[in-house]
């Protein structure tokens, strides 16, 4: 499974006409207080790579990133994502496009009920989330949004993620 992930990953970038280079930005969640209290980190500083195969404006392309960003618990957090996107053209400088990311991260599992901070261990995670994006240039500034939901031992606060992207 490692060596098909790692040749798809090789081939996405290697097909890829347009990256950027991605700092994360803030995020604003649904609650400002986790249960015990604390306020959630939203300035989730970090960094990441992006890559696109877009080519025509109103057509389907695919984009992949990687980032590395302190989380809403103000831990490491390491992300892959692959997405299906639509950018559409405003003026001959901006566009904006719309899409849905799967994702997987590898992140402390602190989003767990029943486990203490200091116990946390990283764990895998996965998940979706739809995407907008804003482009002037070229600058970027991006936008996921991953709902509020509970599974089992699962607790997920929702929230909008902002990052800001350099084309290179």
């Known amino acids: ?37 604390d306020t959630y980190n939203e300035v989730n500083y970090g960094i990441g790579y992006e890559f696109t195969s877009f080519r025509e404006y109103d057509e389907l392309y695919f984009g992949s990133n990687f980032t590395a ?28 496009s719309i899409g849905v990311a799967a994702f997987v991260m590898v992140k402390k599992d602190n989003y767990k009920t029943d486990v203490l901070p200091e116990d946390a261990a990283y764990d895998l995670l996965g998940g979706v989330a739809p995407l907008s994006s804003f482009y002037y240039k070229d600058f970027s500034v991006n936008t996921a949004y991953v709902p509020s939901f509970t599974h089992g031992k699962i607790e997920n606060v929702g929230f909008l993620i902002v990052y800001f992207g350099w084309k290179f």
Do not use: C
């Open 69 to 96: 960003l302190k989380d809403s618990m103000d831990e490491w957090q390491y992300t892959i994502s692959a997405s299906p996107n639509i950018r559409f053209k405003l003026s001959e400088n901006s566009s904006v």
């Open 1 to 37: 499974m490692k060596q098909v992930l790692f040749l798809f990953l090789l081939v996405t970038i290697l097909n890829a006409n347009e990256h950027r280079l991605l700092v994360s930005g803030f995020t604003k969640h649904e609650k400002s207080h986790r249960n015990n209290g």
